[in-house]
């Protein structure tokens, strides 16, 4: 069998293990294999009436699990730019969250933005609440993050044609 036809395959295989998106482009040089991990924590839990700020860290625990090369068929300084680009698909960009109220708890204030939350990085975020002087015991607040991930990346002449991919998570 052909070198290229048995990356293909196994590029096939990699993708239904680990449920990612792969997209070939005709002159593509490297594929990346990469997942977005985001993980959300609450920094100050333990909250009384009168508090009026909940402090949340999103982390990316997401990594590169492998860079493939596929073709040197273009110029080195191509292929050298596409290496770097397909790098940052494991970097969540147009990050967005939106805490949401539940019964005594009231979010105040709106959704908060995060341009790039690169792998290995966490942000902390602030939302204003107004909490119920009756509330007492554990709520759960909903948090939902949506973002934005590279999916793949193409270089022909020194310029660059990422493919992103929209994501949410509850």
């Known amino acids: 069998m052909e070198p290229l036809k048995i990356i293909c395959i196994l590029l096939i295989l990699v993708s239904l293990g680990q449920a990612e998106e792969i997209i070939f482009f005709a002159d593509d040089h490297y594929k990346s294999v990469s997942e977005i991990l985001l993980n959300a924590s609450a920094t100050n839990p333990a909250l009384q009436p009168g508090d009026s700020i909940l402090r949340i860290s999103i982390a990316n625990q997401g990594r590169i699990e492998e860079l ?21 698909s494991s970097m ?48 759960d607040l909903p948090l939902q993050v949506d ?24």
């Open 147 to 170: 973002y934005v991930r590279q999916v793949d990346v193409s270089v022909s002449d020194g310029e660059a044609f990422p493919s992103a991919s929209h994501q949410t998570r509850a």
């Open 68 to 88: 493939i090369p596929i073709s040197s068929s273009n110029s080195s300084d191509d292929i050298l730019q596409e290496q770097r680009e397909e790098m940052k």
């Open 92 to 139: 969540a960009m147009e990050v967005r969250a939106a805490l949401q109220s539940t019964g005594p708890i009231q979010v105040t204030s709106g959704a908060q933005h995060i341009a790039i939350l690169p792998a290995g990085e966490a942000r902390e975020l602030q939302f204003n609440i107004s909490i119920d002087r009756r509330a007492s015991g554990w709520y």
